[in-house]
C-alpha cells in the first residue's frame, strides 16, 4: 500500500509543472485580452461622445476626432496601469498576501493612483 501511496505521489509531482505552465499561459492571455478590451473600449467611448456632441452642436468631424483622440489617450493609460499592476503581481513574494482593497498591490509610492 505504501508503495502504491508513493507511485501515486511521484505521477503528481511530475504533472504538476505541466499544470504551471498551461496556467501561466491562460494567465497571460487573459493579460492581453483585458488590455486589448480597455483599449478599444477607451477609443469607442471617445467615439461616441464626440460624434454625439457633434450631432447635437453641429459641428461635424471636429468634436469626434478630438474625443476619439481623448479616448486613445485614456486606453492607453488604463493599459499602462494594468501593466504596472501585473508587473507588481509577478514582483511579489510568492508566500504575501496582498493587502490593498484595490488587489493591485499598491507599494504606497505617494502618487496617489
Known amino acids: 500500500m505504501e508503495e502504491l501511496e508513493a507511485k501515486l505521489d511521484a505521477l503528481k509531482k511530475a504533472q ?3 499544470k ?3 496556467e501561466e499561459h491562460y494567465s497571460q492571455a487573459n493579460m492581453a ?3 486589448v478590451t480597455e483599449m ?15 450631432a447635437l452642436f453641429g459641428t461635424s468631424p471636429f468634436l469626434m476626432v478630438l474625443f476619439t483622440l481623448l ?13 504596472k499592476e501585473f508587473q507588481q503581481k ?7 498576501e496582498d493587502m ?14
Do not use: C
Open 16 to 18: 504538476k509543472p505541466e
Open 20 to 22: 504551471s505552465h498551461q
Open 33 to 35: 485580452w483585458r488590455m
Open 40 to 54: 478599444v473600449a477607451g477609443l469607442g467611448i471617445g467615439f461616441g461622445i464626440g460624434y454625439g456632441l457633434d
Open 71 to 83: 479616448g486613445i489617450g485614456a486606453g492607453i493609460n488604463v493599459m499602462l496601469r494594468t501593466a
Open 90 to 96: 509577478a514582483n511579489a513574494p510568492t508566500g504575501a
Open 100 to 113: 490593498s482593497p484595490s488587489g493591485a498591490g499598491d507599494k504606497g509610492d505617494g502618487n496617489g493612483d
